[in-house]
């Protein structure tokens, strides 16, 4: 799928600004951000790309049982992750890195998850209403959805406070909207016109399907047969990324009802490290997309306005620090026990559990001594 006239693109794959009527709907938004803001969206989108090189060296050196790459998707996640006000509820899917970064969860989090050694773990309260990854395909928009139907309960929105007003934004994938979960989603969404955003990263893939299977219609139009107003952007423009969820967010949570996000991207790896996309994927359709980078465009852009070669080393040197730390403290993680696996999954002791602990017990004991 590519961008139609439809597509709203504030940056062209060239680093200029575009005119149009999107530009006079969307830039006032762009415009209130300071130089500092803008220069900001450049450093999570450069720091997160170095991170997730790193994190996949580490799953090839046995570190990792797995990692997911959001190679190529900066944009859409950076954009749309400053867009959030501070008391909005963002649920993930699983790839939403720097979205989880620029609501203060230690990257380290992720990197214990994919090494299989928390339950992914963290507390939404206490980490910016980030909330937990979720790898059930898609289940994540009913979450969203229920959340945003408590938010109305408690009368937490459309108050005409934007600065107090709760929306809520769920991340999910092209692949993820063939999902019954997200059907049901925006059947509640919009019936009780609650307070959300949903935000599909369409990153042309599916694992190994792609888009053009899931769906015979874009996806933004989909929506539509929901009652739910769709719009379709270049989700490698952070601008677009960023005005577009900040105005739909808001839109939401005065009281206008659920909105539909898609963010043409695409992803520039595989689909995790236990894939292998050129088994399936032209070499010259990733190609393709290589002009369009994210990061490259923008660049362009801030040097167009000024920034120079001391700012983007400057964060070229942060980045690697970055990946620097979280290599040196990966290495240093000391496995819990197996055991720790049964401590969290009833609140009270439970005959299960103690059952598969005695079977686990007897069947390592079993070793010992070399008899089996
Ligand atoms: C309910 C369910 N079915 C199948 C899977 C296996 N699975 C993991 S990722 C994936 C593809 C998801 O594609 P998409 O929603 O486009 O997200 P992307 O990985 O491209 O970000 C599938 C089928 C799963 N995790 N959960
Ligand atoms: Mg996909």
């Known amino acids: 799928m590519s961008y139609t006239a439809a597509t709203v693109q504030l940056l062209s794959e060239k680093g200029t600004l575009v005119e149009g009527d999107a530009a006079d709907e969307y830039f006032p938004y762009i415009e209130a951000l300071s130089d500092e803001q803008l220069r900001e969206f450049h450093r999570q989108m450069v720091v ?34 400053f867009a959030a006000r501070p008391q909005d509820h963002i649920f993930p899917a699983y790839r939403e890195h720097v979205v989880a970064r620029i609501r203060g969860i230690d990257p380290v989090k992720i990197i214990e998850m994919l090494r299989g050694i928390s339950h992914g773990g963290w ?42 007003d709760i929306a809520v934004i769920v991340y999910f994938g092209d692949g993820a909207s063939s999902q019954g979960d997200v059907s049901e ?3 509640f969404a919009a019936s009780y016109q609650t307070p959300q955003v949903f935000f599909l990263q369409n990153n042309h893939w599916a694992i190994s399907i792609p888009v053009e299977t899931q769906s015979r219609t874009p996806l933004y139009l989909r929506p539509g047969g929901f009652g739910i107003p769709g719009v379709q952007i270049d989700g490698n423009d ?7 969820t900040r105005a739909n967010l808001d839109a939401a949570r005065s009281g206008a009802g659920p909105r ?24 010259a359709l990733l190609q393709s997309w290589v002009p369009k980078d994210p990061i490259t465009r923008f660049e362009t852009w801030l040097r167009s306005r000024g920034e120079g070669d001391e700012f983007f080393a400057e964060i070229a040197t942060e980045a690697e620090d970055l990946a620097a730390d979280v290599r040196r403290r990966t290495l240093a993680i000391v496995d819990p026990p197996v055991t720790k ?32």
């Open 185 to 187: 989603a925006l059947v």
């Open 260 to 283: 539909f996000i898609e963010a043409l991207t695409f992803r520039m790896g595989a689909h995790t490290t236990s894939d292998d996309p050129t088994k399936y994927q032209e070499s």
């Open 48 to 81: 997160i790309r170095r991170f997730d090189i790193e994190a996949a060296n580490l799953q090839r050196q046995g570190q990792l049982a797995l990692w997911i790459p959001s190679l190529g998707q900066e944009a859409a996640q950076v954009g749309s992750g």
């Open 341 to 372: 696996m049964f401590e969290h999954v009833y609140t009270d002791p439970h005959p299960l559990m103690g059952e598969q602990q005695a079977w686990l017990a007897a069947y390592e004991a079993a070793f010992e001594g070399g008899q089996a």
């Open 238 to 244: 952070v601008l677009a990324s960023y005005a577009v």
């Open 123 to 164: 507390d939404p309260k206490t980490n910016n209403n980030f909330h937990l990854y979720t790898l059930v395909i898609g289940s994540q928009t009913l979450h969203a959805t229920g959340y945003a139907m408590g938010v109305q309960l408690d009368g937490a929105t459309a108050t005409g406070d934007a600065e107090k």
